[in-house]
């Protein structure tokens, strides 16, 4: 079964004119909204496209992965994690629609608050409020990692001062 959905799989990509069509369709809408955004100006415009951006990653990631994974398997999660990112990272941070000035969890973040309103949305608040001790816990591992990473720059600097004074 497994062999069959894989084969089906390589089927629907090599079916060009589907894929360069969406995404072109998708590359237009962003470079557009990014067009639109830069001509407005002001400071807060470039935040509106962040949020733009966020939102389109979670509404492919909520809407499509599962659907690909449940279709074709394994390979279907592959592929569709590899586009569906891939395409998003591309549009937000290569064309610009993002905003990247300082640390930012971009994509994850909107891609995170989709999959919670998602799930409130089919299954009732109480859903949101069942979620709350996972997203606690995602946030201290976020905080921790930051912690981490701020540590591992001043170990960094230090041996580069190290090396420079030595040379």
């Known amino acids: 079964m497994t062999k069959c959905r894989n084969r089906e799989l390589m089927d629907f990509l090599k079916n060009k004119k589907f894929i360069n069509g969406g995404l072109h369709v998708l590359y237009s809408i962003c ?4 067009n639109a955004l830069n001509s407005l100006g002001g400071a807060q415009m470039k935040h509106v496209g962040t949020v733009l951006g966020s939102a389109i990653a979670g509404i492919f990631v909520m809407s499509v992965w599962g659907a690909f994974a449940g279709a074709y398997g394994i390979g279907g999660g592959w592929v569709a994690g590899l586009v569906i990112i891939g395409t998003m990272w591309h549009l937000n941070h290569y064309v610009g629609v993002h905003n990247n000035e300082g640390s930012w969890v971009d994509m994850a973040l909107g891609i995170g608050v989709c999959g919670m309103a998602r799930g409130m949305f089919e299954n009732g608040i109480q859903a949101g409020v069942d979620s709350l001790p996972t997203l606690g816990i995602v946030i201290v591992g976020g905080i921790a990692g ?10 960094s600097a230090e041996r580069q001062a190290e090396a420079d004074k030595a040379a």
């Open 31 to 34: 470079d557009s909204a990014k």
């Open 146 to 155: 930051g912690i981490m990473a701020v540590q591992m720059e001043k170990v």
